[in-house]
């Protein structure tokens, strides 16, 4: 027997492709993990933004044929940077010549004298790459309010193919002839919402194997038997997709906490009367420390609505304590601030933490990971997924890995 633990896409797509018999283990009410919608007063919001970018066809076919494709949209991504009083295109790097003419010459001086040859850390990275100003102006004041710590604790490949990268003849070429091509140029999304991907992946799963609001309390690896808020059970290969440190705690590991962090994410959903002058952009990324939030997302303008639907994204530490209520005031005074909202009126709103959402990868951290994936996985015990694995990575790449994993046991 197979236990899974975790409905969310990774989950799902190894109970899609197993042979072996298998139970999934959800702590919630509800399938889908961070991958869920919420439909209120006619406004469908995820969690927080939730794109699909299929590079494999055999994935893509998998999920279309289980996808009601009526309500499927293909958006060629349009997204920015609000730097000072401008809309840059992003990447910041690729379109220095947007800015006004000082700092496109500070920026372009900078880039050609890099003093820092080698790096070890993401923000040494960051500096000895595209020198310091375009690093101070954007890269670095941006990532930090995502991770919500010091970028020096961060391993230099941290975001690795994600990181949109550039050398100094592309940044050039692109002064004359705009290519701000990325590995999500294009995307699609449902009109129903990210949970549509997980119906699609829960039809050929059989109900009765889910288990919903039971949750796993401990695992003794050494008989190899889990226990729940419900029961015990025995299993032969236990699949968990639960954060990685969640695991080893459930596994009662000491492990090395420092190695392995996180940031979480404040969302709020927030639904208004009227359209939003910005009818072009899919999202836009907020830099400057005088806006609390680091981007925010156009629900309307991936799916033409006619109301403006938004997502905002607030990088938080562990440990932060917020009341939503006021720092909804917070957020809607900065929308105000940065021109995205003016005679609109609040009609609907909604708000999640992620915890966590994103995570600090370090050497150390993937020296851990690496060390206890490989003992666990002697004990029949395998972590998978975004947060399963501990790394950046996408829907699909979870996907993958779960398809793997499947075909391995």
């Known amino acids: 027997m197979d236990i899974i633990i975790g409905a969310g896409i990774t989950g799902l797509t190894y109970a899609n492709f197993t042979d072996n018999p298998y139970i999934i283990l959800e702590s919630s009410d509800h399938t889908g993990g961070l991958c869920n919608t919420i439909k209120k007063d006619g406004f469908v919001w995820d969690y927080s933004g939730h794109f699909f970018h299929f590079q494999d066809p055999t994935i893509a076919k998998f999920i279309k044929e289980r996808l009601d494709e009526t309500g499927l949209v293909k958006v060629d991504k349009h997204t920015?940077?609000?730097?000072?009083?401008?809309?840059?295109?992003?990447?910041?790097?690729?379109?220095?010549?947007?800015?006004?003419?000082?700092?496109?010459?500070?920026?372009?001086?900078?880039?050609?004298?890099?003093?820092?040859?080698?790096?070890?850390?993401?923000?040494?990275?960051?500096?000895?790459?595209?020198?310091?100003?375009?690093?101070?102006?954007?890269?670095?004041?941006?990532?930090?309010?995502?991770?919500?710590?010091?970028?020096?604790?961060?391993?230099?490949?941290?975001?690795?193919?994600?990181?949109?990268?550039?050398?100094?003849?592309?940044?050039?070429?692109?002064f004359k002839k705009s290519n701000n091509d990325s590995y999500n140029g294009s995307f699609l999304y449902h009109k129903g919402g990210a949970i549509e991907y997980v119906h699609a992946l829960e039809r050929d799963v059989e109900k009765s194997s889910i288990c919903l609001n039971e949750k796993v309390i401990s695992i003794n690896y050494a008989e190899k038997i889990i226990e729940t808020n419900k029961r015990r059970i025995n299993y032969d290969n236990l699949i968990s997709t639960i954060p990685f440190v969640q695991l080893l705690k459930l596994c009662d590991?000491?492990?090395?906490?420092?190695?392995?962090?996180?940031?979480?994410?404040?969302?709020?959903?927030?639904?208004?009367?009227?359209?939003?002058?910005?009818?072009?952009?899919?999202?836009?990324?907020?830099?400057?420390?005088?806006?609390?939030?680091?981007?925010?997302?156009?629900?309307?303008?991936?799916?033409?609505?006619?109301?403006?639907?938004?997502?905002?994204?607030?990088?938080?530490?562990?440990?932060?304590?917020?009341?939503?209520?006021?720092?909804?005031q917070q957020v809607l005074n900065d929308l105000r601030v940065a021109g995205i909202?003016?005679?609109?009126?609040?009609?609907?709103?909604?708000?999640?933490?992620?915890?966590?959402?994103?995570?600090?990868?370090?050497?150390?951290?993937?020296?851990?990971?690496?060390?206890?994936?490989?003992?666990?996985?002697?004990?029949?015990?395998?972590?998978?997924?975004?947060?399963?694995?501990?790394?950046?990575?996408?829907i699909e790449d979870n996907m993958k890995e779960a398809i793997q994993l499947a075909n391995l046991l």
């Open 253 to 328: 590991i000491e492990y090395d906490k420092q190695s392995l962090s996180w940031n979480k994410v404040l969302v709020y959903n927030l639904g208004f009367d009227k359209q939003s002058s910005d009818t072009r952009n899919h999202w836009i990324y907020f830099p400057e420390s005088k806006y609390c939030f680091y981007r925010v997302g156009f629900y309307s303008n991936i799916i033409s609505s006619e109301r403006m639907s938004l997502y905002i994204e607030i990088g938080l530490k562990p440990e932060d304590e917020v009341n939503v209520n006021d720092k909804l």
């Open 80 to 174: 920015q940077i609000k730097y000072k009083e401008r809309l840059i295109d992003f990447p910041f790097q690729k379109n220095i010549h947007q800015l006004s003419k000082k700092e496109f010459i500070d920026c372009l001086y900078d880039l050609f004298n890099v003093q820092q040859n080698s790096f070890l850390t993401f923000k040494e990275m960051l500096y000895s790459k595209f020198g310091k100003s375009i690093a101070e102006k954007f890269l670095i004041p941006y990532n930090q309010k995502l991770y919500a710590t010091d970028l020096n604790v961060l391993d230099a490949d941290a975001m690795g193919r994600f990181f949109p990268y550039a050398d100094k003849e592309e940044i050039i070429l692109n």
């Open 341 to 394: 909202i003016s005679n609109q009126n609040l009609i609907s709103w909604h708000s999640v933490i992620m915890n966590p959402a994103y995570v600090h990868i370090s050497k150390k951290g993937i020296e851990e990971v690496k060390k206890w994936k490989s003992f666990l996985s002697t004990k029949q015990i395998y972590s998978i997924g975004r947060y399963g694995s501990w790394n950046y990575s996408s």
